[in-house]
């Protein structure tokens, strides 16, 4: 196919798309960060365009080895080893990224460089629509330059890597992968397989699938928190007080409840085909894919207590039966690029994506609520040429969802968000070692909903409200290369974000997060200055990178409790207030002793934010201080690591929340390449939480009831040929 042909092609089919290019990856040790891959060839990171990373914020990269030992079935509870990265682990069937402190809407995940188009942004019970299994690499982008990926994206984007629509043809003709997991403390079974085959010589097929079951896991220490069975003490003693013996006990069980997370097992598939045509003008790919879970969601067991009183009163039964999430999305996806070359522009690139999403939340057996979504995603970027050390990109994104959730637990009215985006990215090199970067976009949304309750009263009014937003944003950076392999930078930027619909029309029940959750359809838009200073780089074995930043936030929203109850669930209430947000994180690593094929490395992770309200209180679910410190030794084709993490006991708490105890786990690794030099093949044995430690993870809004995982002895295998 002709360069003209191919360009024709691409047109006729593009919605707004974003690219999202990459060179062939290694696929050999792999590493969590930029300071351990960026040593001869640097890392491609494909979001957004560039081959280095040189614009305005660091990466981080998981892939290979790394990747298979730390997989999870969600992407949040997969990414925690990585500097300023936490996970909001509302149970193991749901979890997301918290980046720097931020989660929720504040933090996009993409998937090869579109959103998820799930509504796991819009209530921490809700999963992410992506299996880890099915990722390349995944790559965490920090800083400004993540205004690319829309302006909601302050605390940074997560984008996961797959291949479903090939970008290269297979070497032999064909391309096999294959990984397989059993993880002890939830009895994990998991399995994923992908093949790549060159049909002919510009067109490749690829297909994928992917298993996991795990049963409830197995926790160290107590299930309930310190606070909790407190409760459930007292109200032991209360029941005994007036004569109810088998309340009592039951109270007093559920306090000492220790072993198994009851309902909190999972299981997931996922499968999809992916097609592409490929040659020197470009390429054009498209795939579909399927992604179905079924998940446990427990209860605070306060609220459930609180559900059975009211039950009888209202008719309406709450917690008749263990609640579950069925989920179950459609996705197809679209990528193309054109090779212009030899003017101003370089390439153009699109990627578009739709999305037919839907999950139901079980009381028992019985359908409590139904969450349908229907969304369409894409970006059109033009990249310029490289000029004299003057390139950049400059593209449109576009978006649309549908809303509706069915049921006597809808907590958020049917709505549609529309948003569509302009945005520039460029990078100027003025010699000597000095460079300018800068990124604006401009961002047009629009939430309606024809049935907003206005007040929370049963007779409260319903009303139809459509709110439009207009959002500039823009960052600014200047570089400095201190050295061959040593950078030093500071960033200033400026953001602004329309609420979401779910801050704007919340106001309803939500049993899977056991409570009643009230938004506010007057919020204004979220605006935040922001600064960061780093440097990274490698000098002799040692690498690193570090950073410090901070955020100033005008109107801020965020979602907090009340201490008021409704319909026997706690109030969770969106407010806005000036906040403030101030952080450091940092890697180092280095090669302590080599003879040989023998080596003996190290490194350290360690990250802290501090975020505090205008009132001087703190913003809620913040995570606190993380050091992680790590000893690696390989030897010809074996590897091992030894890590000791320690986190801190957050005591800087919001209204109504409950301090968090530090926890300190230790985690080993050993990993045996049997065959080949590229290392593609590989055993690894793990044991995380090797002392058995009961550990709860601060950001998470049912860490009270949620406790993580305990001893876990883990075997993966990985193939690739």
Do not use: C
Not at 242 to 259: I, M
Not at 386 to 393: E, F, I, K, P, Q
Not at 417 to 440: C, N
Not at 666 to 671: D, F, K, P, Q, R
Request: charged share 20%.
């Amino acid at each position: 196919m002709s360069r003209t042909a191919l360009l024709l092609a691409t047109s006729i089919l593009a919605v707004p798309a974003v690219a999202q290019t990459a060179q062939h990856q290694e696929r050999d040790r792999g590493s969590t960060s930029v300071v351990h891959a960026q040593d001869d060839q640097g890392i491609v990171v494909t979001a957004p365009y560039v081959a280095d990373l040189d614009l305005l914020a660091g990466s981080s990269v998981v892939t290979g080895d790394v990747l298979v030992r730390d997989v999870r079935g969600q992407i949040g509870d997969t990414l925690t080893r990585v500097p300023g990265v936490s996970a909001t682990s509302f149970t193991p069937g749901a979890s997301r990224p918290v980046l720097r402190g931020f989660q929720g809407e504040r933090v996009r995940v993409l998937s090869d460089g579109l959103g998820t188009l799930d509504v796991s942004n819009t209530s921490t019970d809700h999963a992410v629509s992506i299996d880890p299994l099915t990722a390349e690499r995944i790559e965490v982008l920090r800083g400004p330059a993540v205004l690319l990926f829309g302006s909601q994206a302050i605390g940074g984007a997560v984008n996961v890597i797959d291949r479903r629509i090939p970008r290269a043809l297979p070497e032999n003709g064909f391309h096999i992968d294959a990984v397989g997991t059993y993880g002890s403390a939830a009895d994990e079974r998991s399995g994923g397989a992908a093949l790549d085959v060159a049909l002919t010589p510009q067109i490749v097929l690829h297909v994928d699938g992917t298993y996991r079951k795990t049963d409830d896991v197995r926790v160290g220490g107590f299930v309930l928190s310190r606070d909790l069975r407190a409760d459930q003490l007292h109200r032991a003693e209360h029941e005994l007080e007036e004569g109810h013996a088998e309340e009592a006990a039951e109270a007093t069980a559920l306090a000492n409840q220790r072993g198994r997370l009851p309902n909190s097992g999972t299981r997931t598939y996922t499968a999809g085909a992916g097609i592409s045509l490929i040659n020197d003008g470009g390429s054009l790919g498209f795939s579909v894919g399927y992604y179905d879970t079924n998940y446990g969601v427990p209860v605070r067991p306060s609220a459930a207590h609180g559900h059975e009183e009211e039950a009888g009163e209202e008719g309406h039964e709450h917690g008749e039966g263990p609640v579950t999430i069925g989920l179950k999305q459609w996705r197809a996806d679209l990528r193309g690029e054109v090779n212009v070359g030899g003017g101003f522009l370089d390439t153009i690139r699109l990627r578009a994506g739709f999305s037919d999403y839907q999950h139901i939340e079980f009381e028992g057996d019985e359908v409590g609520t139904t969450f349908f979504s229907q969304g369409l995603e894409g970006r059109l970027e033009l990249v310029q040429a490289d000029r004299n050390g003057w390139r950049g990109v400059t593209g449109f994104q576009g978006f649309t969802r549908k809303f509706e959730a069915i049921g006597a637990e809808a907590f958020v009215p049917p709505n549609q968000t529309a948003q569509y985006g302009l945005f520039t990215l460029q990078e100027l090199k003025l010699g000597g070692g000095l460079g300018l970067e800068g990124a604006m976009r401009y961002e047009h949304t629009t939430a309606s909903s024809n049935a907003v309750r206005l007040g929370v009263a049963e007779d409260a009014a319903v009303a139809r409200v459509a709110r439009t937003f207009d959002a500039f944003s823009g960052a600014l950076g200047v570089s400095y290369e201190v050295g061959p392999r040593v950078k030093i930078g500071i960033n200033a930027s400026r953001a602004v974000r329309a609420p979401s619909a779910e801050e704007l029309f919340s106001n309803g029940p939500h049993v899977a997060t056991s409570a009643y959750e009230v938004g506010d359809p007057t919020f204004r838009t979220e605006k935040s200055w922001g600064g960061e200073v780093y440097a990274r780089g490698a000098v002799g074995s040692l690498k690193f990178q570090i950073a410090g930043y901070a955020n100033w936030f005008d109107d801020y929203i965020y979602e907090t409790e009340t201490g008021l109850e409704l319909d026997g669930l706690p109030v969770f209430q969106y407010r806005q207030a000036d906040a403030r947000y101030i952080g450091v994180e940092g890697e180092l690593s280095a090669t302590l002793y080599h003879r040989g094929d023998f080596t003996v490395g190290g490194s350290v992770v360690a990250d802290y934010v501090r975020a505090t309200l205008e009132d001087s209180s703190a913003v809620p679910r913040i995570p606190p201080l993380r050091v992680l410190g790590g000893l690696d030794v390989s030897k010809g084709a074996f590897g091992g690591r030894v890590e000791v993490e320690h986190v801190t006991r957050q005591s800087r708490i919001a209204a109504f929340e409950t301090a968090t105890p530090a926890f300190t786990m230790v985690n080993a690794s050993l990993t045996w390449h049997p065959v080949g030099e590229r290392r593609e093949t590989a055993i690894i044995l793990s044991a995380n939480n090797l002392f058995d430690v009961e550990a709860r993870r601060h950001a998470s809004f049912t860490k009270d009831f949620v406790p993580l995982a305990g001893r876990d002895i883990r075997v993966a295998a990985r193939l690739s040929f």
